[in-house]
């Protein structure tokens, strides 16, 4: 039985006691009520995400759960912990990996994942970005299989996303419920925006002079996380900018503006390596701007994240994050990796192939739960389908246990029941490494489902971390 995050066998667990007054105080009609209220008023304001390639509604709500999800201060004391340690591993080992590759040459790592990697750049060997810090927001997904077993289910280094719903679960819920609030017993996370920004201004390169020019940079408003761009450089207070609006003269970046040029210090961008640059990466982008990679290996502008940081967030990667604390930090992993079979060992391929019926294998540069097969939940055929799909390129995936992902009463239907639960945090790191209390909790709104992704049918909802 998956563990249960609200009861256990002596009645209702800490965290969740001040829940559970509240709904049996609300009830379930007025909290469906309120859900539905909360749906429009994201509807209103646009927050929406996009589904490219389906028919229906383009612009889709992810579904909203009014019942939060509690952490403990001591459960909170171990995630913060592992998160901030795995962020620091990880950026030791991307600054490596792009200079001497030490882990490679110790034989932790086998050269050709990292050589070989799609998300590799040759472009950035030798440079060194401000700070050495080239992932600057870590998207850490974790998953509970009990009372004190938190497990990484992947790691998110380029431009993980879901922060805008982490800041409005929040809102929403202080809005429609603020009595529950009274007192403060749950931590504050609507400071994030005002970190994010002193985390990318403490990463300004060195030819800025004196305040930094931040900028956000977005594909433009067709982009299905378009909200959530346009949502943050609102709350930070900077500038919301197309590809079109920055272009490069004098070995620096600049901005048009009504009153002219102005200097850009950092740009967060939210567009994909390959599409930054048309005369470094590819020729025919429509989103770069021309230039831009020669002026941030020159320090003259900072681009958060750095290019070629998905190496570090790539499923083949993952298994050897536990090595990377070891080797870089000298420490052992508080937070430890889910067991992972890698199909490019053929001992491996072996044993998954064996076993494809019980478990959960996955594309290695997959994402959004596309492309994966879990097998208790998969016909024959989709199973027979997808070994031939591993035997044409084994290197293409891996393969994990199915776990019983713990449950947190979810409303649906007008009843409230468990539903399995995932979490992904955002860690900051720049001058220092800086998280907020609380992240994105993902739910999977169908009986029995572990897919808890928005773009397969998952929900939000608002998460607390208690204070002592």
Known sequence: MPFNEMEESSGIRPPYRSIADWIRETGTDLLDRRRAEAEAIFRKIGITFAVYGEGGDPERLIPFDLIPRA???????????????????????????????????????????VYQNAAYLPQMVGFSPPGR???????????????????VLEDNCRTPSGV????????IMARMFPDIFTGGPVKPVDHYPDELLRTLKEVAPAACDGEPIVVLLTPGS????????????????????EPNDLFVEKARVWMRTTRGPKKVDVIYRRIDDDYIDPLTFRPDSMLGIAGLFDVYRAGGVNICSAPGAGVADDKAIYIYVPEMIRFYLREEPVLENIQTFQ?????????VLANLADLVVKEVHGSGGYGMLIGPKSTKAEIEEYRLRILDDPANFIAQPTLDLSTAPTLHNQEISGRHVDFRPFCLVGKSVRLVPGGLTRVALQPGSLV???????????TWVLQE
């Open 222 to 241: 067709m982009n299905a996380a378009y909200y959530e761009h346009s949502f943050l450089a609102d709350l930070m207070g900077i500038y919301l900018v």
């Open 452 to 462: 808890v992704n928005s773009s397969q049918g998952g929900g939000v909802k608002d």
């Open 343 to 351: 199909c490019s060992r053929p001992d491996e391929c072996a044993h």
């Open 133 to 151: 810090v080239y992932s600057h927001i870590v998207g850490i997904d974790i998953v509970r299989t009990g009372p004190d077993s938190f497990q």
């Open 164 to 171: 805008s719903y982490m800041l409005e679960n929040r809102e």
């Open 71 to 113: 952490f403990s201060a001591a459960e909170w004391s171990i995630l913060d912990r592992g998160i901030r340690q795995r962020a620091r591993a990880l950026n030791a080992f991307l600054y490596d990996i792009y200079h001497r590759g030490e882990i490679i040459k110790a034989g932790i790592i086998p050269s050709e994942l």
